[in-house]
């Protein structure tokens, strides 16, 4: 499938949805096109050192969970070993827990009875959302005129990327809009793990716009403006914040959660799981030495957000961001949320989207996303993208 066909964002501020313009998708009771006992809708989360998925379907009421699972990519634990060298050996671990975490939610990946969908990802410094104004085009100029901006503004070649943008209606007779670019390479690793896995990505979008995505689906109202979602994980950390006239503000950095813990290991010559019982556990070795350290391995971390934060206030001519919401797999780390609050001057607090009240979940989930809620975040934002099933020809 053609990314640039399907990574389109439409009505931003009200719904950030992904959509597949060839395809014609739309808005739908995914019900009604789908035989979900056996083709499931999936938001497959791959990340770099672990796999997550969620299933969930839209009612009156909300959002309805139906499958979720996590699985730790095997050789990788928390992302923190050597990438194997071999030759497609990295694929081959991704895809087993891609497979393992199916297995987990008894979706049975690869069964040729049913070709699974998969709605996935993408962050990091392959990607790029940004917004541009230009003086009122011609129709017939803007995608030149895009072209042409994506050239400045992407941190890569966009002539070996997929780029694609998204007018925004205003009344000032200018042309506005959110360009997104991603790598031909990025996209199309991320294709290939997941058709290896036996499943086939029927729709790409960026991690930081589906946080918006389940953001804006889950929260009310009086947590929607001047707020902003940081997803720490294990190589990345994701800042997505959407702006008082929709454009979304989405920026990546490599100083996420694998960095913190390598940082305290060397300085307590120990090894990573040890700091990760200290952090995620209930060991005894903690105390105020451990949050000196925790808070100095964050030093690179909080000094990032801080400037990006200044940096959008200042750019966006818009209201300081008054409250984070903290999610990723590091994000539940004891005394991080606390130590992001007090060092960054802005209320802060850990956001598990699983615990909104228009998200709804059986009891057999109950005590796996009081765990794993935080980590799960992008996942359910990928999840919540209405898709139209291709029909088989």
């Known amino acids: 499938m053609d990314f640039k066909q399907i990574l389109k964002t439409m009505d931003l501020k009200q719904t950030l949805k992904v959509v597949d313009l060839k395809q014609k998708l739309k808005d739908v009771d995914l019900k009604q096109i789908l035989n979900l006992k056996k083709n499931e809708v999936c938001g497959l989360d791959i990340g770099s050192s672990a796999v997550k998925i969620v299933v969930m379907h839209k009612d009156d009421t909300g959002y309805k969970v139906t499958t979720a699972g996590i699985s730790q ?104 809009g959110i360009l997104v670019a991603a790598t031909n390479t990025l996209i199309k690793g991320k294709r290939q793990v997941a058709q290896k896995a036996g499943l086939k990505c029927v729709l790409m979008d960026v991690d930081g716009l589906a946080l918006l995505n389940c953001f804006n689906n889950l929260a009310g109202d009086h947590e929607k403006s001047t707020t902003a979602i940081l997803n720490v994980g294990s ?14 503000f ?5 100083c ?17 799981e040890a700091v990760m019982e200290i952090l995620f556990g209930d060991s005894p070795n903690g105390g105020t030495e451990s949050g000196e350290r925790l808070e100095k391995a964050c030093d690179e971390l909080i000094a990032d957000v801080a400037e990006t934060l200044r940096f959008y206030a200042a750019s966006e001519k ?5 409250k984070i919401f903290v ?53 359910a934002g990928l999840a919540m993208r209405n898709i139209e099933t291709p029909r088989e020809k």
């Open 73 to 176: 990519i095997a050789g990788l634990p928390n992302g923190l070993q050597e990438q194997s060298k071999e030759q497609g050996g990295v694929d081959a671990n991704v895809t087993k827990a891609i497979r393992d975490c199916f297995m987990s939610t008894k979706l049975r990946a690869s069964n040729k009875s049913s070709v699974k969908l998969a709605v996935c990802g993408v962050c990091g410094p392959e990607i790029a959302v940004r917004d541009f104004e230009f003086p009122q085009l011609p129709k017939e100029e803007i995608n030149g005129a895009v072209s042409l901006e994506a050239g400045l503004v992407c941190p890569f070649n966009p002539e070996q990327a997929v780029v694609d943008y998204q007018l925004i209606p205003n009344s000032d007779n200018k042309t506005r």
């Open 318 to 322: 818009s209201k300081p961001v008054e």
């Open 256 to 272: 996420a959660g694998n960095h913190i813990i390598s940082w305290i290991a060397e300085a307590n010559k120990t090894s990573s």
């Open 250 to 254: 989405i920026r990546d950095t490599a």
């Open 327 to 379: 999610c990723g797999g590091f994000a539940p780390a004891g005394g991080f949320v606390e130590l992001l609050s007090r060092r960054l001057g802005v209320e802060t607090c850990l956001w598990n989207p699983f615990d909104s009240t228009l998200c709804h979940i059986s009891g057999q989930y109950s005590d796996f996303f009081k765990k794993t809620g935080p980590a799960m975040a992008v996942a």
């Open 235 to 248: 190589s990345y950390t994701t800042l997505a914040i959407m702006s008082d006239d929709g454009r979304p």
